[in-house]
């Protein structure tokens, strides 16, 4: 049984950097078919996809997060993480991990909360 | 960006209803959807893919279908543990973009 479990702070300051790691058990981030991804969701609101990145370090990302985010995987502890720099009040949410398949999720992670605030 | 909308926001229903949520997109995304469950505080769960296949454990009386920007998921005799929110996501083209939700309450 995949499982995919967020870590990291759960308070950043303003203007600080937003780092999450998700370390996956049950299988392998290596796999050919899978990518792994990061999705958030604000307070009361719908999802919003962050990006994506496969085993090989190909990454895909929102263009209206693409200047802040950088995605990374680490095939030796099969763990991808993401780091959210700059961050603002509008950037507290719960952030998921998750493994989509063309583009779609089909395991998510438990999700952490992270508020942003001095 | 490809903007997906959801109808209702909302609606209620009793045990053993049938419902339709309705998701439209704003260009053509063939039959690249997939649907989503959420109860509150827990993370969403995949439903169905390709606008119509089903995730595998998920019930049969979950279909999805549509293709082009409309598209329907429909619950048959709904159950207690379905009044959840349900949200629809387009995978055609990056960024990928979810509905703002439709949440299934009790009537």
């Known amino acids: 049984q995949l499982q995919l479990q967020e870590s990291g702070p759960g308070l950043v300051k303003p203007s600080e950097t937003l780092s999450l790691t998700c370390s996956v058990s049950g299988g392998s981030i290596s796999s050919d078919s899978d990518y792994w991804g990061w999705i958030r969701q604000p307070p009361g609101k719908g999802p919003e996809w962050i990006g994506s990145?496969?085993?090989?370090?190909?990454?895909y990302y929102n263009p209206s997060l693409k200047s802040r985010v950088t995605l990374s995987v680490d095939t030796s502890k099969n763990q991808f993480s993401l780091k959210l720099h700059s961050v603002t009040a509008a950037d507290t949410a719960v952030y998921y991990c998750a493994r989509l398949d063309t583009d779609y999720v089909t395991y998510w992670g438990q999700g952490i909360l992270v508020i942003v605030s001095s | 960006d490809i903007q997906m909308t959801q109808s209702p926001s909302s609606l209620s229903a009793s045990v053993g209803d049938r419902i339709t949520i309705t998701c439209r997109a704003s260009q053509d995304i063939s039959r690249w959807l997939a649907w989503y469950q959420q109860k509150p505080e827990k993370a969403p769960k995949s439903l169905i893919y390709?606008?119509?296949s089903l995730q595998s454990g998920v019930p049969s009386r979950f279909s999805g279908s549509g293709s082009g920007t409309d598209f329907t998921l429909t619950i048959n005799y709904l159950q207690p543990e379905d009044f959840a929110t349900y949200y629809c996501?387009?995978?055609?083209?990056?960024?990928?973009?979810f509905g703002g939700g439709t949440k299934v309450e009790i009537k």
């Open positions: 990145i496969y085993y090989t370090g190909n990454t």
């Open positions: 390709a606008a119509s």
């Open positions: 996501q387009q995978y055609n083209s990056y960024p990928l973009t």
